[in-house]
Nanobody
Framework: EVRLVESGGGLVRAGGSLRLSCAASGFTFKDYAIGWYRQAPGKEREAVSCVSANDRRPFYKDAQKGRFTILSDDARSTVFLEIDSLKPEDTALYYC????????????????RGQGTQVTVSS
């Protein structure tokens, strides 16, 4: 059974940091790019970051460069998304997905997804 399980979300004050985790099982982890989306109430889903399959190169949207860091621990089949200097506009449901290519995230193509972890940033 394929599973992607996110954790690490919560309520945090603006300026704080969070480390989100995405634990994967049920598929060959290194063969897939792992990405993160976020979706705020009333807004469209937004791809924020991704690590490529195999060589685990990180990709970020321009708006997230500098505050977001994505890391893969292939030995644990887990990808982490660290968010620093959190802002109220970062408030969203964050969920991870597995896809063959990071480029596919921008068009909403992925093979598996988790249920998400809620991040709420208070001002």
């Amino acid at each position: 059974e394929v599973r992607l399980v996110e954790s690490g979300g919560g309520l945090v004050r603006a300026g704080g940091s969070l480390r989100l985790s995405c634990a994967a099982s049920g598929f060959t982890f290194k063969d897939y790019a792992i990405g993160w989306y976020r979706q705020a109430p009333g807004k469209e889903r937004e791809a924020v970051s991704c690590v490529s399959a195999n060589d685990r190169r990180p990709f970020y949207k321009d708006a997230q460069k500098g505050r977001f860091t994505i890391l893969s621990d292939d030995a644990r089949s887990t990808v982490f998304l660290e968010i620093d200097s959190l802002k109220p506009e970062d408030t969203a449901l964050y969920y991870c997905v597995a896809t063959r290519l990071c480029e596919r995230l921008s068009i909403g193509i992925f093979d598996y997804r988790g249920q998400g972890t809620q991040v709420t940033v208070s001002s």
